[in-house]
């Protein structure tokens, strides 16, 4: 539609994820809960976990629903120096914003599935949701079949259509396919703050994690925003392509943290690291494909979001810088998950700080200090990956990790 929109769509959906992550750093401290339970084959204990989230989350996402409908608005006025970028962002917001609701909840049930290590659901869940998307995205967005042309806002209802799709999915799959008595499904228990409690031992260090590692990625958007609305359409191009490269690795660093969990769970420990090193081979010779193949055609890759030639052409440095960062962090995802894995979260977290530290002097220096270009400023991901790699390994290799019961 333009480069407003895309950089709208950059800063509300980065903001957006933000707020959704603080719900995936719980589900990653629930689903380590629960595959440990289901390495110890204490099947019953799983469920109760699983509900316990859902009963939390769904009152986490009330109060930051409305806190952000209150003071979103005066946030960004704070953070975006474009007014036209901060209308068209705020929004966008607006209606995005109920998806926390549904994504809340969504998280539970992966964590749920990954941690009984039945993950082909996920599959079908995410093509639901994806065609759900693209079809509304495509009604909404330019008011074709007879719907009203909504622009920026039709994509957001198209999100937020999505993951409530995904919900009514999960649940009819969950009751048809799963054995509720089993898994202790079967029973709605009444709020449980002792079982919360334990949850969020292990959870606060993931919620924590998450939530200051995306909001130092949201501080590279504001970054490039200040150095211009073209630079800032060409980070959210980048940044698009940059997730759809991620996904292997987010699936085989989910696939480690519950692994290794489970492994543990069954008084295997010693198998830890072998499987950390099978998996990270793995993964690095997947993204070293993808890679390649983002190198060799970087030109149609980018023109998949756009057909302005000058945002094409300004995209390609950046797609290069992050083909290498995404070697790097193809390795580094898989060690660090691998920590999170045997339950030690804090040690996890406090490797996530030390990390984030160098990032931000980093991009505050190239980014809002010199203004470099944009790709210039993509190297602050090398940067990330290169340290949290060095942090992840010298742990595992310190043996700190071992024994520790949750």
Not at 33 to 55: C, H, K, S
Not at 344 to 370: D, H, K, Q, S, W
Not at 380 to 394: K, N, T, V
Request: glycine fraction near 6%.
């Amino acid at each position: 539609m333009g480069e407003v929109e895309l950089g709208a769509s950059a800063l509300g959906g980065i903001f957006y994820i933000c707020c959704f992550t603080i719900a995936f750093g719980f589900s990653t401290g629930s689903q380590i809960l629960i595959a440990r339970r289901n390495g110890e084959r204490a099947y019953d204990q799983v469920g109760p976990v699983m509900i316990q989230g859902v009963f939390f989350l769904f009152a986490l996402a009330i109060v930051l629903y409305s806190f952000t409908r209150i003071f979103s608005t005066d946030i960004l006025q704070v953070l975006i120096s474009s007014d036209t970028i901060l209308e068209a962002t705020a929004s966008f917001l607006n209606i995005r914003m109920a998806g926390l609701f549904f994504s809340y909840i969504n998280v539970m049930f992966r964590a749920l599935f990954v941690g009984i290590t039945r993950t082909k659901v996920l599959t079908l869940n995410a093509v639901l949701m994806a065609v759900t998307n693209i079809i509304l995205d495509y009604l909404l967005i330019f008011g074709h079949g007879g719907f009203p042309e909504m622009g920026l806002e039709g994509a957001a209802i198209a999100s937020v259509a999505a993951e409530a799709v995904s919900i009514v999915f999960f649940v009819t799959y969950t009751f048809l396919t799963v054995d509720l008595k089993k898994y202790g499904l079967n029973k709605l228990v009444s709020f449980d703050f002792k079982l919360l409690k334990r949850i969020l031992d292990i959870s606060i260090f993931t919620m924590l994690q998450y939530f200051v590692s995306m909001s130092t990625f949201l501080l590279f958007f504001l970054a490039v925003e200040r150095i211009g609305q073209s630079e800032l359409a060409v980070a959210n191009i980048v940044r698009s392509i940059y997730i759809v490269m991620f996904i292997p690795v987010n699936s085989l660093s989910t696939t480690t943290n519950s692994l290794v969990s489970n492994l543990i769970g069954a008084g295997n420990t010693n198998q830890v690291i072998p499987i950390i090193r099978k998996i990270a081979r793995f993964s690095l010779a997947i993204m070293a494909v993808c890679s390649a193949i983002i190198c060799l055609i970087p030109e149609y890759i980018a023109s998949i979001y756009t057909n302005d030639a000058f945002l094409i052409a300004s995209s390609i440095p950046s797609i290069y810088v992050i083909a290498g960062a995404m070697l790097l962090s193809a390795v580094s995802n898989i060690c660090f998950n691998g920590v999170s894995g045997t339950g030690n979260t804090r040690p996890a977290l406090l490797m996530e700080l030390l990390t984030l530290v160098f990032y931000c002097i980093y991009i505050y220096v190239i980014g809002m200090r010199l203004k470099m270009p944009v790709h210039v400023c993509f190297t602050s991901e090398l940067i990330y990956y290169g340290l949290l790699f060095i942090f992840s390994a010298l742990y595992l290799k310190s043996g700190k990790w071992q024994n520790k019961k949750i």
